[in-house]
């Protein structure tokens, strides 16, 4: 940490309470230091709050509830299974201390609260793209809006908590955190699609098969999701010991996710069409599922690299499975409220 020229020269020969240190001594240090934590708390809390209350909005008014029924419930939970794995394989390959199952799980939850802004955001803004021709316009959406705000939310639900936590304690835990950000993010999303296909008055049949192609359908996106998510993640871990770059490492790292991610949506819209054009044996089912696959394992190798290079260079420190539990001059001085 930085430290201003009189502090870093006297070395604690005398007294620098705020000449070029500070702490808490005074009655209004305390009032001003709970001032700040409830004014950090009560705004982590509205933003909680906000984004209960769109997901509350679409269970009752947006068909969200239809995921009640035990067939689509079930068809939602089968169109998540390739983005659990890939979320799962995240966390194995993790060789640091094992992530508690509570930050996981809050990283999960907070992400299909958040998926509702971006829900929010993209409604509102895709209009004004509308306007401009398809071969333009979509692809500005995915770049400026799409990829950025997804990104953006899922990488926030990390950042209100689990990133706060001490056990939060190595760069590749953002990617563990990262990845179960965005498996929620997906889930939420596998959801609303599935159940905005759903119409009143529809046969029970009909609705099975709707749902069912959709759930297909969804279960090739998922895992995108998690892999963007998780390499955000893994740069909001490499900004949570480099507090000096932190602003500089984390847009990066967004700015890497949200290309990948609106490079895919755009992508998927036309490579598959071409590939059936070039060859008629292929059906337009195999030429999104080869696209797909292709993309996912460039993108997840992509993760992977950043991954094993961690792993190396933490088996080749000499690093013993537990060390980190020991915090570090720069960890403990890390402020997680400003990010420095």
């Known amino acids: 940490m930085k430290r201003d020229p009189v502090e870093r020269e006297t070395r604690g020969s005398r007294d620098l309470y705020e000449i070029s240190t500070w702490e808490r001594r005074s009655a209004l240090d305390s009032l001003a230091a709970w001032i700040y934590r409830i004014g950090v708390a009560g705004t982590k809390a509205l933003v909680v709050l906000l984004a209960l209350a769109f997901l509350i909005v679409q269970l009752v008014l947006g068909g969200l509830g239809a995921v009640a029924d035990p067939i689509v419930g079930v068809l939602v939970a089968l169109s998540v299974v390739p983005a659990f794995a890939i979320a799962a394989y995240v966390w194995y390959m993790d060789v640091t201390t094992e992530e508690p199952l509570s930050l996981l799980v809050a990283s999960f939850l907070l992400a299909i609260l958040f998926a509702m802004f971006a829900a929010v955001v993209n409604s509102l803004l895709q209009p004004a793209f509308n306007v401009l021709p398809a071969v333009i316009g979509l692809p500005l959406f995915f770049f400026l809006v799409v990829g950025p705000v997804e990104e953006t939310v899922k990488l926030l639900?990390?950042?209100?908590?689990?990133?706060?936590?001490?056990?939060?304690?190595?760069?590749?835990?953002?990617?563990?955190?990262?990845?179960?950000?965005?498996?929620?993010?997906?889930?939420?999303?596998?959801?609303?699609?599935?159940?905005?296909?759903?119409?009143?008055?529809?046969?029970?049949?009909?609705?099975?098969?709707?749902?069912?192609?959709?759930?297909?359908?969804?279960?090739?996106?998922?895992?995108?999701?998690?892999?963007?998510?998780?390499?955000?993640?893994?740069?909001?871990?490499?900004?949570?010991?480099?507090?000096?770059?932190?602003?500089?490492?984390?847009?990066?790292?967004?700015?890497?996710?949200?290309?990948?991610?609106?490079?895919?949506?755009?992508?998927?819209?036309?490579?598959?069409?071409?590939?059936?054009?070039?060859?008629?044996?292929?059906?337009?089912?195999?030429?999104?599922?080869?696209?797909?696959?292709?993309?996912?394992?460039?993108?997840?190798?992509?993760?992977?690299?950043?991954?094993?290079?961690?792993?190396?260079?933490?088996?080749?420190a000499g690093v013993r499975r537990g060390d980190e539990d020991e915090p570090t001059p720069e960890l403990t001085e890390f402020d997680p409220d400003t990010g420095r």
């Open 157 to 316: 639900a990390v950042r209100l908590y689990a990133y706060r936590d001490v056990r939060f304690d190595a760069v590749i835990d953002g990617a563990v955190y990262g990845a179960a950000a965005g498996l929620g993010f997906a889930t939420i999303e596998n959801a609303l699609y599935i159940t905005q296909g759903l119409e009143a008055g529809v046969a029970g049949t009909e609705i099975i098969g709707m749902a069912g192609d959709t759930a297909a359908v969804r279960a090739l996106a998922g895992p995108g999701h998690v892999l963007y998510s998780a390499i955000a993640g893994f740069y909001l871990g490499l900004a949570k010991f480099n507090p000096d770059d932190w602003g500089p490492i984390v847009i990066k790292g967004l700015l890497i996710a949200a290309v990948f991610h609106a490079l895919y949506n755009t992508l998927s819209g036309v490579v598959p069409i071409l590939l059936v054009g070039a060859a008629s044996w292929i059906t337009p089912a195999v030429a999104l599922i080869g696209f797909i696959v292709v993309y996912d394992g460039l993108v997840g190798y992509f993760l992977y690299r950043k991954i094993s290079a961690y792993r190396r260079a933490y088996a080749d």
